[in-house]
């Protein structure tokens, strides 16, 4: 269950910075991550995916790194702009024929113009 | 042209009521969610769909119940609403070999 009174993680950036939001996830038998960005009133939007055989996946703007030894991933937004302001979640499937996304915990973005 | 769309948007009931949750989808996805959301934006699993057998109930009350009329749908229905129920539920949709899901835009349920 969740812990009681513990606040959304929260990363302040100004605008024109590169973002890192760090996830780690549990379970080792897990072979693909998506981060998602959900904005204020918005349900969640996929941003980019990576699978288990790879440790790195870029995309526009965004690059999500992967270190399965430590289980651990990260996503890296470059020149960070106020529209990405948004709470991010990383999420893990676990191989087995259905895809059934487990999320973490979630991180407040608040870019600042 | 909504690919995933879910009514009502916002829902406020008295506790003890019934109330239902509509989401359909119109991208030919195997598999359909549903999540709660609370207010510390925790997003927690309910149910998951795949071509109208449930494949998962995450220690979710009785009171909640799936429907799933076809491919295309997953209602979600509540019996004897109670306060901790307020929440925000989110449908959402995937591919059977996944790309990652397509959420709606969420229901706000206000139990009072």
């Not at chain 2, 009502?8 to 195997?30: A, F, R």
């Not at chain 2, 549903?34 to 997003?43: A, E, N, P, R, V």
């Not at chain 2, 799936?66 to 925000?88: C, F, Q, R, T, W």
Request: a neutral charge.
């Amino acid at each position: 269950g969740e812990s009681v009174g513990l606040h959304l993680p929260t990363l302040s950036v100004q605008e024109g910075d590169n973002s890192i939001i760090n996830c780690a996830y549990s379970n080792s038998a897990s072979d693909y991550f998506i981060w998602y960005k959900q904005e204020s009133g918005k349900g969640p939007q996929f941003i980019i995916d990576i699978r288990s055989n790879m440790d790195k996946r870029q995309g526009q703007r965004v690059t999500v790194l992967l270190n399965k030894t430590v289980k651990h991933l990260s996503l890296q937004i470059a020149a960070t702009q106020p529209g990405d302001s948004a709470v991010y979640f990383c999420a893990e499937n676990i191989a087995g024929g259905s895809y059934i996304p487990t999320f973490g915990r979630g991180t407040s973005l608040i870019v600042h113009p | 042209d909504t690919a995933v769309s879910q009514t009502p948007k916002y829902l406020v009931t008295q506790m003890g009521n019934d109330k239902s949750i509509k989401c359909e989808q119109n991208l030919g996805h195997d598999t359909m969610y549903w999540y709660k959301q609370d207010s510390k934006k925790f997003l927690k699993i309910m149910f998951s769909y795949n071509n109208k057998e449930l494949i998962i109930n995450e220690t979710v009350p009785n009171r909640f119940s799936p429907k799933s009329p076809d491919k295309a749908h997953l209602n979600l229905h509540i019996n004897s609403l109670e306060l901790g129920d307020s929440a925000v539920y989110f449908c959402a949709s995937s591919p059977r070999d996944s790309s990652g899901c397509t959420f709606g835009s969420g229901t706000r349920l206000t139990v009072v």
